[in-house]
């Protein structure tokens, strides 16, 4: 029996893989093989085999052909109207997944799937599959919005790409009630037919309580709120004022005049900075906090530190890395205290080249906690007062600004790329409610330590790389020839042009492209095409340079308190500088650093979605106060379903194409524009534009805009 099965499975398989097989369905296959009516639970069963075995592949409409590609394992990336992503580890670019073929994946599942077609590089079609197997459930916990019924509730997931409502019975409610916000730990995941199932494990307010909202992103982000009591004894026990003891065998910097500059509520100071200048050349000084002399390796501070992986900052609170204790105290570099600290120090001449440097463990004395806005005034506005107060500081921060010049304009020159999009400051009452929202400035002050601590993180990276031991690289590689083909048609059709040679590009092109677009109209939506087209940096022990910084070393040295890759490569400068980086040492650090590089670059990029979503967030409960008002805005970006609209304060908005009532708008893709089709009227990028707020959804967390009086 199970010989005449293998024979009619092989014969089926033939016929599908014949050259002159039209694709069909099994009821057509039954006809045309002559199956009896009794035989086709059999040819059933053949047919789900071989899909199983990825030989063949039956198609949205029911029709049966022959598999395409490998089955690949990636994580699933769901959208919120139903189809999905499938990315593949070591690859670019995403496999789309329809909707019926998603085989009841969720977001973040680890998935196996099968390709159903390949890419079509002259049509610019994405690979399609779909899902074959759930290898394992990516998530276990949702947080969301609690509505309860009589006998059951439901929680609605503020995460847009958990498509589906979660079935709470209501012995396993915890007592929460309508408008709480909670965390429901689910116990069965649904399919066929029936609603994923969970119970509520914590509930974090409700949903009008001040702070509640950003906690339920920080939930969702899976972000550790507490330290474990174990990890706050141990940096209440090891946060001791620096004794002489610690001072023993380190270089004495404390009579070397220094001063921190950061933001006005910093309060992690991991970074100071000196300068002098004697025959011609600057003598730069960069301070970091020694966070591995009170954090030691596998200890419970370390194992802590080492799964969040980077401090979070959000609208309206810090998730640090470290226990305050550290962060805010002995490991800040507070003016007028002693600290341990790494010291590079650097000799640079006057065209910015560093011809010398020492890295060396030190202890220091920070004169003045000086903040951005305070350089910035003495330096750009020579404001009397900030003058006055920082009077015998003047001349050294003159110095550090014309070094700083001369080390930009060097970097500028190699073909360094400078992305300058204006982030979002928010600024919240005492409610966390948004009262105004801002871009950050870049000024003087900020690009002056910018410039500082680049210079440091290249100078230790290559004197690392040299040395041949392993060590924590930050890099970035070059675009996807694919993608920079993609922006060099686009740009073409700008009338701008872009040199790839040797099927890749110089980071210098994408410089001169900034150059180019500087001040037009097109300008934003063509650097966003530009970074996109980039690929995102990383943490590796591998050197592959940086692409974007076109250097051919970098690494992250100087925020030890907020990045544990850079606690990593602290440990590291200190057991070669110590002699201790012997043949045990070095397996030991080959052993570990792959996947303490991965994990920091995944921590990495959960931090900048948690912050990205928590600012979404207050952008729009700030603009639910303003719904009628009309602003002037720029056309940030065009769509077959709309025309984004970008307001001088960066909220960015959508005209649905539904809501352009004054004609039949059709999107002109090759322009990237949106042409009435009655009257002609014609809207670009970067164009001026009147509209008026319609709607600030907080679930969703879209704003929507209609054109204004002048868009009418």
């Not at 409409?61 to 598999?67: D, M, R």
């Not at 994405?126 to 459930?137: A, C, F, S």
């Not at 999009?421 to 690009?447: C, H, M, S, W």
């Amino acid at each position: 029996m199970e010989r005449q099965y293998e024979k009619r499975k092989k014969m089926v398989y033939q016929f599908i893989c014949d050259d002159f097989y039209v694709p069909m369905k099994m009821k057509e296959m039954a006809s045309v093989l002559q199956v009896k009516k009794e035989e086709r639970q059999e040819l059933k069963e053949i047919l789900d085999a071989l899909e199983s075995e990825g030989k063949i592949h039956k198609t949205q409409k029911g029709n049966y052909v022959k598999g395409q590609g490998n089955r690949l394992t990636g994580i699933y990336q769901a959208h919120a109207r139903g189809f999905g992503f499938v990315s593949i580890e070591g690859s670019d670019d995403d496999v789309f997944i329809p909707e019926e073929e998603s085989g009841g994946a969720l977001q973040g599942d680890e998935v196996e799937i099968q390709i159903t077609r390949g890419a079509g590089p002259k049509t610019g079609q994405r690979q399609e599959g779909k899902v074959i197997k759930i290898l394992k459930r990516g998530m276990s916990r949702i947080v969301g919005y609690y509505q309860k019924n009589k006998s059951f509730g439901f929680v609605l997931p503020d995460n847009q790409k958990f498509l589906q409502d979660v079935f709470v019975p209501e012995e396993k409610s915890k007592g929460a009630v309508t408008g709480h916000k909670v965390v429901v730990k689910l116990t069965s995941y649904g399919g066929d037919g029936k609603k994923p199932e969970g119970e509520v494990v914590e509930i974090l307010g409700h949903v009008n309580d001040p702070g509640t909202d950003v906690l339920s992103i920080a939930m969702s982000y899976e972000l550790p709120i507490e330290f474990p009591e174990k990890v706050m004894n141990q940096a209440e026990r090891v946060a001791k004022p620096v004794s002489e003891a610690d001072r023993f065998g380190r270089r004495d910097l404390r009579d070397v005049r220094m001063v921190t500059i950061d933001g006005e509520d910093a309060k992690d100071l991991d970074d100071a900075v000196s300068l002098e200048v004697r025959d011609g050349s600057f003598y730069l000084g960069v301070h970091i906090a020694d966070v591995t002399n009170y954090v030691q390796e596998n200890s419970a501070l370390d194992r802590e530190a080492k799964k969040r992986g980077t401090s979070v900052y959000l609208a309206d609170r810090v998730i640090p890395m470290l226990p305050h204790t550290l962060s805010n105290g002995i490991c800040s570099l507070n003016a007028g205290e002693d600290r341990l600290a790494l010291s590079c120090l650097m000799k640079i001449d006057e065209n910015g080249t560093i011809v010398d440097h020492e890295i060396c463990e030190s202890v220091i004395r920070v004169d003045r906690r000086m903040t951005y806005t305070a350089v910035k005034q003495i330096l750009e506005d020579e404001d009397e007062e900030q003058c006055r107060k920082y009077e015998e500081f003047i001349p050294m921060f003159r110095e550090m600004a014309r070094l700083s010049s001369i080390l930009r304009e060097k970097r500028h020159r190699r073909g360094a790329v400078d992305f300058d999009f204006p982030e979002t400051k928010v600024i919240l009452d005492e409610q966390g409610r948004p009262v105004e929202l801002k871009a950050y400035e870049r000024n003087t002050a900020t690009k002056l330590i910018e410039d500082f601590m680049l210079a440091a993180n290249e100078t230790v990276a290559e004197d690392f790389f040299w040395r041949e031991i392993p060590f924590v690289y930050r890099i970035h590689e070059a675009p996807d020839e694919e993608k920079i083909r993609k922006l060099a048609i686009f740009l073409h059709n700008f009338g701008y042009t872009m040199h790839i040679g040797n099927h890749e590009v110089h980071p210098k092109e994408i410089q001169k492209l900034l150059a180019k677009v500087e001040g037009k109209p097109e300008e934003p939506m063509i650097a966003r095409l530009a970074l996109r087209s980039m690929k995102q940096a990383k943490y590796t022990p591998e050197n592959e340079g940086h692409f974007g910084l076109a250097a051919s070393c970098y690494t992250h040295f100087t925020s030890p308190i907020r990045r544990y890759p850079d606690l990593q490569i602290h440990r590291i400068i200190k057991e070669t500088l110590r002699g201790r980086m012997d043949e045990e040492r070095i397996r030991h650090y080959q052993s570990i650093l792959e996947e303490v590089t991965k994990h920091a670059s995944e921590t990495e990029r959960r931090a900048e979605e948690a912050e990205r979503e928590t600012v979404k967030l207050k952008k729009v409960q700030y603009m639910k106060n303003f719904i009628g008002e009309e602003y002037e805005g720029v056309i940030s970006g065009i769509t077959k379903w709309g025309m984004y609209v970008e307001l001088p304060n960066t909220i960015e908005g959508l005209i649905h194409v539904v809501n352009m009532t004054d004609d039949h708008y059709e999107y002109i893709e090759d322009r990237y524009e949106m042409q009435g089709i009655h009257t002609g009227k014609t809207y670009r990028l970067g164009q001026k534009v009147c509209v008026r707020v319609m709607a600030a959804n907080e679930l969703q967390r879209t704003i929507d805009f209609e054109l204004g009086k002048e868009g009418d």
